[in-house]
């Protein structure tokens, strides 16, 4: 993957965790709330399961903890992504996946702008 200087990591961590509270904010469910703050957000549902993406400023990439798995996605300036580092999973695919398992029905994550 890509590495990334500070300054643009900062730029492209912030404000994908910015277009993600965004989509989950636009979802059309009172089952998920998402809330963003000092680069960490955070997916609640109904139940009081939490999923958790994160900024993680040393490493340069983006972490998230969701359903007893973690995955670390780094930046990806061919594919225009964040991408998991074991996997290859992108990180929009994979949260939607994540909660498409939580909620028992499948949702789409839509970026807006």
């Known amino acids: 993957m890509d590495r990334l200087d500070e300054a643009e990591y900062e730029q492209r ?10 989509a989950l904010d636009a979802l ?5 709330e998402a809330e963003l703050e ?7 549902f109904l139940d009081g399961t939490r999923f958790v993406i994160n900024s993680h400023r040393a490493a340069r990439q983006i972490w998230m ?3 007893r798995s973690a ?3 780094d930046w990806s300036a061919d594919a225009g992504a964040w991408h998991a580092t074991k996997t290859g999973d992108e990180l929009w695919a994979t949260l939607a996946a994540a909660i498409s398992e ?3 029905r499948p949702i789409q994550l839509s970026r807006t702008g």
């Open 13 to 22: 961590a912030q404000s994908e965790l910015l277009a993600l509270r965004d």
């Open 38 to 44: 000092s680069g960490i957000l955070s997916v609640e």
């Open 71 to 73: 995955w670390h996605f």
């Open 65 to 67: 903890a969701a359903a």
């Open 102 to 104: 939580q909620l028992g």
């Open 28 to 32: 059309d469910t009172e089952s998920v």
